[in-house]
Nanobody, 117 residues
Framework: QVQLVESGGGLVQAGGSLRLSCAVS????????IGWYRQAPGKQRELAAI???????NYANSVKGRFTISRDNVKNTVYLQMNSLGPEDTGVYYC???????????WGQGTQVTVSS
């Protein structure tokens, strides 16, 4: 089992920034993919950003140039720096990972991000 604990969500005005953190209960070296999904009210969960063990990052078109995903393998933590936030970024943000061995997937409990206009 792997526990993913998100933090850093909150209320921010449009144009502002937030940094989300995802603390992983095991070494991030055991993780193949790790990233962030988000779910806006009334909408399906969608990928925001994801990072591979090789260092490649991929982003949804809607967040490219504004969001940056990064890993700290010493702290076993993944971050999502979100800049130039708009009301369309409002939603619950979930940390997600895929293990190297076995391909198991795990989800965090989510953290709420609310952007006011």
């Amino acid at each position: 089992q792997v526990q993913l604990v998100e933090s850093g969500g909150g209320l921010v005005q449009a144009g502002g920034s937030l940094r989300l953190s995802c603390a992983v209960s095991r070494s991030t070296s055991s993780i193949n993919l790790i990233g962030w999904y988000r779910q806006a009210p009334g909408k399906q969960r969608e990928l925001a950003a994801i990072s591979s063990s090789g260092g490649t990052a991929n982003y949804a078109n809607s967040v490219k140039g504004r969001f940056t995903i990064s890993r700290d393998n010493v702290k076993n933590t993944v971050y999502l720096q979100m800049n130039s936030l708009g009301p369309e970024d409002t939603g619950v943000y979930y940390c997600y990972c895929v293990m190297v061995v076995g391909g198991q997937t795990f989800w965090g409990q989510g953290t709420q991000v609310t952007v006011s206009s």
